[in-house]
């Protein structure tokens, strides 16, 4: 369907947690012309990362409207939105690796050779610094595979070009979520925040360590507000699972009054940071975008099972001894500019970062005016590339092997009654509980 300047986009994100929805939402309004405007329906893959009201609240992004689907529910409106005043323009897969390959193939499946349909854009939320490989061919085959910075898409190219797949749908952007006032000076009191993840580091002697260092160095510096930033509370889940809450580990420790815990929005609390640090969180690079002092941390090692090595020559690399000692990193900045973070202009949305999706928009448009409609989708794996491989990602999804649903798959015709929304609540409660409480008991006893 042609989109002309001033036609409102219909655009739909497909998202399986809380960190995805916000970058494909974001990614899908910035995807959108300032001149046009944009209806913005928002789907949940249903699954044990579902985010829940309150970190829907948390991100802050607002839909025309949202609910939450079965992947074969998914399918399904795809297949009655194809033609029409409903059909969309553009669809963003903001989904684990293996969500994308399964919704690809089966939209392939319902839409077949029919060029009426919407643009298809995945790509990923932060930094990318493990499964390099796998997870882009699982992410190829769609129209735009977005890299967030000029260093991913070299990568992201080289690795399509080196299994002999297309590489033309791959689209240098910028992570949409970055933006807020730049630092100009230190906050009254100073703010030391640690960035928490919920997996990295994944065991809890070292979570321990990182907590008992946080602590300590309120401690030393009690002039200082010293925060542990979380990204959810007990029970919930985000994009990885957290067995170990630093919200557990720190029952019983004397914290200091100068130390506490804080929820909400990542930017808001960057509002009143002197002092960002982090072992890997993407929210080191909205800090350097807005040109916070940033540290990502050496203590447990410069390893690829951290994602801290993804850090090397930015000049964020430092220890809690260096930051006890009151050391102040510099970023280097051609490290930064090729990360697509405040690149070529202010950290408050000028130079570069301004126009990081006017490629993305150009192509996009290019492809809704394209005569005679969109190719079929093209997966870099079919059953014939990976017979061993792709089946199995299907199948998770409900799917077969060439993308249709599979007898007896998962497809309410309607929404779930009160009786049903308390089972799911309460088989998502226990599976939390099993991830949270009863897994790392049964390790720790695995152990001895």
């Known amino acids: 369907m042609p989109a002309s300047a001033t036609k409102a986009l219909r655009v739909a994100v497909l998202a399986d947690s809380d960190t995805r929805w916000k970058w494909g939402a974001l990614t899908a309004q910035r995807l959108t012309p300032a001149d046009a405007g944009i209806r913005l329906d928002g789907y949940l893959l249903r699954g044990r990362a579902t985010p829940t009201a309150r970190q829907l609240e948390e991100v802050g992004v ?4 949202l609910r939450e689907v079965t992947g ?57 610094y493990e499964k390099l490989t796998d997870g882009l061919l699982l992410r190829h085959g769609a129209d735009l595979v977005l890299a967030n910075s000029r260093h991913d898409a070299d990568r992201f190219r080289a690795v399509f070009e080196g299994v002999g797949a297309d590489a033309s749908a791959v689209t240098e952007v910028a992570l949409p979520f970055l933006g807020g006032e730049p630092y100009t000076g230190e906050h009254d009191p100073y703010t030391v925040v640690f960035a928490a993840q919920p997996s990295v580091p994944d065991n809890r002697k070292d979570r321990a360590y990182l907590l008992d260092r946080l602590i300590e160095h309120a401690r030393r510096h009690p002039e200082r507000e010293v925060l542990l930033k979380l990204r959810s509370k007990p029970g919930e889940h985000t994009t990885h699972i957290e ?30 940071t002197d002092l960002l640090v982090t072992v890997s969180s993407t929210a080191a690079l909205e ?24 850090f090397t020559g930015s000049g964020c690399l430092a220890s809690w001894d260096q930051l006890d000692a ?79 649903p599979l007898p007896g798959a998962p497809a309410a015709d309607k929404a779930p009654g009160p009786v049903r929304q308390i089972v799911r609540r309460a088989a998502r409660g226990a599976y939390r509980h099993g991830v949270q409480r009863v897994a790392p008991v049964i390790r720790r006893m695995g152990e001895l």
């Open 62 to 65: 607002r839909a025309d409207s």
């Open 72 to 128: 074969v529910e998914f399918l399904r409106e795809m297949t009655e939105r194809t033609t029409g005043e409903d059909s969309y323009d553009i669809l963003v897969l903001a989904l684990v690796g293996g969500g994308v390959q399964a919704m690809l193939h089966g939209l392939r499946n319902i839409w077949g050779g029919c060029g009426e349909r919407p643009v298809v854009v995945t790509g990923y939320v932060g930094v990318v």
């Open 243 to 272: 067995e170990l809450p630093y919200q557990k580990l720190v029952q019983g420790r004397d914290v200091p009054a100068n130390f506490s815990l804080v929820y909400g929005h990542m930017g808001e609390v960057l509002d009143r």
């Open 287 to 310: 800090a350097l975008h807005r040109r916070i002092p940033t540290v990502v941390l050496t203590d447990l090692g410069v390893r690829e099972v951290l994602g801290n090595h993804h």
């Open 326 to 404: 009151g050391h102040r990193p510099v970023p280097d900045e051609e490290w930064v500019a090729r990360q697509g973070v405040a690149a070529g202009g202010t950290p408050s949305g000028g130079g570069s970062y301004a126009t990081a999706f006017d490629t993305a928009r150009e192509r996009i448009a290019g492809l809704l005016e394209r005569s005679g409609g969109l190719p079929p989708l093209n997966p870099y794996y079919t059953p014939e590339t990976a017979p061993g491989y792709l089946p199995g990602i299907l199948a998770r999804h409900h799917l077969g092997p060439d993308g249709a």
